[in-house]
């Protein structure tokens, strides 16, 4: 017999691990913690990606639980254009839960907010136009049009492209 034909029952197996799989108390997930200088501060909020640099990426979208897979692809070839990628910024679902820009900035430290498609006025914000970047409360704000009307291969999404563009270059200095 090889060890791969060893059978252990379930509780011999929780056994083995009952101090390392399991532990009593508040359970803090690698996603819920954000870190702010030296200081871990919890976060109820859920986001794709790790947030390493303030970056917020706001989306509504209804059916998703972050953004479609054709968006997300689109998303992060922006980001690679802005020499960032997934782990450096946090991309909230705003559809999924309710939250205010209070919230956004306090749970995610978010220094730089990219609002893709939805109202500002659904997180609590002033409306400002699209593609111009506006500083509030020391993060700086860029309101966009959703990802899907800019994904595509008409002049139109071109030309909104080319602005959504020169405001990233701009806030990142690329």
């Known amino acids: ?3 791969n034909d060893i059978v252990l029952s379930p509780s011999v197996i929780a056994g083995f691990y009952k101090k390392h799989l399991v532990e009593a108390g508040e359970i803090i997930s690698p996603a819920s913690t954000v870190q702010a200088g030296n200081t871990a501060l919890k976060t109820s909020l859920q986001y794709l990606g ?3 640099k303030g970056i917020c990426l706001l989306v509504h979208y209804p059916n998703e639980v972050y ?3 054709e968006q997300l692809n689109f998303l992060t070839s922006i980001l690679l254009a802005c020499r960032l990628n997934l782990g450096d910024v946090a991309i909230v679902n705003q559809h999924r839960q309710k939250i205010s820009f209070e919230e956004i900035c306090s749970q ?5 907010l990219l609002v893709f498609g939805v109202p500002l006025s659904a997180v609590g914000l002033p409306d400002i136009p699209l593609f111009s970047m506006q500083t509030i409360n020391e993060c700086q704000v860029v309101h966009s049009m959703a990802a899907d009307q800019l994904n595509n291969i008409n002049p139109e999404s071109k030309l909104l492209k080319g602005k959504l563009w ?6 990142f200095n690329v």
């Open 67 to 69: 953004l479609p897979d």
């Open 108 to 112: 995610l430290a978010c220094r730089h």
């Open 166 to 171: 020169a405001c990233l270059k701009q806030l």
């Open 50 to 52: 790790k947030n390493q």
């Open 1 to 3: 017999m090889g060890l």
